[in-house]
């Protein structure tokens, strides 16, 4: 290689002294210092006096071994912590020399790498996660919006269905009174005609019931209201109400209820017919051929019921899904049904303090097991002598007055009807009834109001409101006005005969 002109190298030489501060220690092998050289000042090596050991003073030394080959120690740092790079060379057979060249530019720069890298090992630590934190609402809002999709779906499913549902049992029910209008039904078909109309008629009322409970339930506002209530009837009337159903599919519809369940119990009879009536109305609806059975037993304080059909059955992995809203099985997409009835039920059962379990093989038949804990009460009967007791009922709507009289009457009651809140008040206050039953929504006074003034003017008989509204807040209401007690509407007998028995016979202890 030809030499560089010399006048690069003098150029080459001055840069590389202004740059690097070019300093010499020739130092034997025992590492003892023979001479200084150039800028030793710069690395405050000056004070070191020939012939001391240099290890003392630059550690690194130690242990170090000069083979004669040229070597390059980066990065060292020397007496006042300066940073330099540490050329070995060989002088002479029995020393080498340290040229030092100042690297605190080089160390500085490295500092700045490496702390840019940190950083932006950092940025890229935070963007990771910035992009896991997105894809995951990316996902969930893909979610969501499935969601939406799935109950935009469902709700227009349930208003094709619930209307299917309630046409009809009420073109069966309208058809029945238009034929009887125009004299078409002969005596004998009456009973069955009826038994008929009774029938669609509470398909339609337990659907509206379900409906609303699953309202009620969404706005956190179903709640329990324990009365007593003689067992035995209760499922009776539920019997009645299913043995024509199953007949007319050629079903055996087989009950038996253990003796003990012949029993006055504190429970939400409502409630506990409504769930009854969910589940041997699907036995019935899903089962072609063979029987239904309910069987109820009274362990201590805990009604058990067991409903039994030998149906289609329901898949194992359907077992689950069948309890939400809407959910249906496919095969079943034909046959009447808004997919709700089991998920009320459940929701029921879990405000009672009750459990369902279900047990079902495909081609075999379902079971489906209720447990709702009860209080036994004394065998006092609840129908209370009716004619002992003058009754006074507010209503505007004549429907509701005439079943009211039915009922009523047929308990023994003496009534006496007003069509507002004002005459409720006035012939209450001249005739002093022993309880009023005050619808909520009248004319010229409403219940409300007309309670108020009641209760003002010294008024001290029960009075209980009926109302069909279905909000808490207005039972809250009524009783804030002076209620005793709230009755839903539409009105059951047994449930409003035994919501009078309650108030009368606390009247007299
Ligand atoms: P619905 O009967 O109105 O469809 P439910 O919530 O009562 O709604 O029932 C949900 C689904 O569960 C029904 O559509 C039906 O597919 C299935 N199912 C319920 N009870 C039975 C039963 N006893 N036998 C067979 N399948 C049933």
């Not at 740059?19 to 030793?40: I, S, T």
């Not at 990771?128 to 609402?137: G, H, I, P, S, Y």
């Not at 069509?419 to 219940?447: C, H, Q, S, W, Y």
């Not at 009105?491 to 409003?496: A, F, G, P, T, V």
Request: charged residues 20%; glycine residues 6%; aromatic residues 6%.
């Amino acid at each position: 290689m030809s030499e560089m002109p010399l006048c690069v190298r003098e150029y080459l030489r001055d840069n590389v002294t202004e740059r690097f501060f070019p300093a010499c220690l020739e130092v034997d092998y025992q590492h003892r210092l023979l001479a200084k050289f150039g800028d030793v000042d710069f690395y405050h090596l000056n004070q070191l006096s020939l012939g001391c050991e240099l290890e003392e003073h630059l550690p690194w030394l130690i242990g170090m071994n000069f083979t004669g080959d040229a070597i390059v120690l980066p990065l060292l740092r020397v007496a006042d912590g300066r940073c330099c790079n540490i050329h070995l060379l060989p002088a002479t057979r029995s020393s080498f020399y340290l040229l030092l060249l100042d690297a605190s530019l080089e160390h500085d720069n490295i500092e700045v790498y490496q702390q840019k890298s940190n950083e932006v090992q950092l940025l890229n630590t935070r963007l990771k996660k910035v992009l896991a934190e997105l894809n995951q609402a990316q996902h969930e809002l893909r979610e969501k919006n499935q969601q939406i999709a799935q109950v935009s779906l469902l709700k227009s499913q349930f208003i094709a269905n619930i209307s299917h549902e309630f046409r009809t049992p009420l073109t069966s029910i309208l058809g029945y009174i238009e034929m009887f209008e125009q004299n078409k039904i002969g005596d004998a078909e009456l009973g069955q005609m009826l038994t008929a109309i009774g029938a669609g008629a509470q398909h339609v009322l337990s659907l509206v019931d379900n409906v609303l409970d699953y309202a009620r339930f969404e706005a956190g506002e179903l709640s329990a209201n324990a009365h007593s209530c003689h067992l035995d009837r209760l499922f009776a009337d539920i019997c009645a109400i299913f043995l024509p159903l199953a007949t007319d599919k050629k079903l055996n519809f087989v009950f038996s209820c253990e003796p003990q369940c012949l029993a006055y119990v504190k429970v939400d009879a409502v409630r506990l017919r409504q769930v009854v009536i969910n589940l041997c109305a699907n036995a019935i609806k899903y089962t072609d051929k063979g029987e239904v059975a309910l069987a109820v037993s009274l362990d201590d304080e805990l009604l058990r019921i067991k409903i039994s059909d030998t149906g289609a059955g329901i898949p194992v992995a359907a077992q689950e899904r069948i309890f939400l809203p809407f959910r249906r099985l496919d095969r079943d997409r034909l046959s009447r049904g808004a997919g709700l009835g089991l998920a009320i039920t459940q929701q029921i059962l879990e405000m009672l303090g009750g459990g369902l379990t279900l047990d079902s093989k495909p081609g075999v038949g379902s079971v489906f097991r209720v447990t709702i804990p009860v209080q036994r009460q004394q065998q006092t009967d609840h129908t209370v002598s009716g004619s002992a007791y003058k009754l006074l009922v507010a209503e505007d709507d004549p429907d509701a007055r005439n079943i009211m009289q039915l009922y009523l009457q047929s308990a023994g009651y003496s009534v006496e009807f007003v069509n507002d809140g004002r005459a409720a008040v006035e012939t209450a206050l001249k005739t002093k009834p022993d309880l009023i039953l005050m619808d909520m929504f009248m004319p010229v006074l409403d219940g409300i109001s007309a309670t108020v003034q009641l209760r003002s003017e010294g008024f001290m008989a029960p009075i209980i409101m009926l109302s069909a509204a279905v909000s808490r807040s207005d039972k809250t209401h009524a009783m804030n006005a002076g209620c005793d007690g709230y009755l839903q509407k539409p009105l059951k007998s047994d449930m409003l005969l035994a919501e009078l028995a309650q108030y009368l016979q606390q009247k007299h202890e």
